[in-house]
Nanobody, 122 residues
Framework: QVQVVESGGGAVQAGDSLRLSCAAS????????LGWFRQSPGKAREFVAS????????DYADSVKGRFTISRDNAKNTVYLQMNGLKPEDTAVYYC???????????????WGQGTQVTVSS
């Protein structure tokens, strides 16, 4: 069974940077696509970014393109989300996601982490 654990959230000022990490474990964790979603109070969980095992396919939400960078270290079974130029609207709980299909991340086949809070103040 795959498990994912996030770390790296916190409270920052607008324009600052943060890096989130997500460690995946389990028999298939090293080959599954990994991604990040976020959820703000009163809003649905939304896609942020995803990456396949090879790093050859990377997808971003339009709202974070040019500011966020997703990467992974397969030797450590870890995915990272480097967030630069943070805005107050980036405030949310950020969830790591793992699943057998990159396009299926967010579907019922997704394994979720517990989430890490990111708060950006103006």
């Amino acid at each position: 069974q795959v498990q994912v654990v996030e770390s790296g959230g916190g409270a920052v000022q607008a324009g600052d940077s943060l890096r989130l990490s997500c460690a995946a474990s389990g028999r298939t964790a090293s080959t599954w696509p990994l991604g990040w979603f976020r959820q703000s109070p009163g809003k649905a969980r939304e896609f942020v970014a995803s990456i396949n095992w090879y790093g050859s396919r990377i997808d971003y939400a339009d709202s974070v393109k040019g500011r966020f960078t997703i990467s992974r270290d397969n030797a450590k079974n870890t995915v990272y989300l480097q967030m630069n130029g943070l805005k107050p609207e980036d405030t949310a709980v950020y969830y790591c996601a793992a699943g057998p299909s990159q396009s299926g991340l967010g579907s019922p086949t997704t394994t979720w982490g517990q989430g890490t809070q990111v708060t950006v103040s103006s």
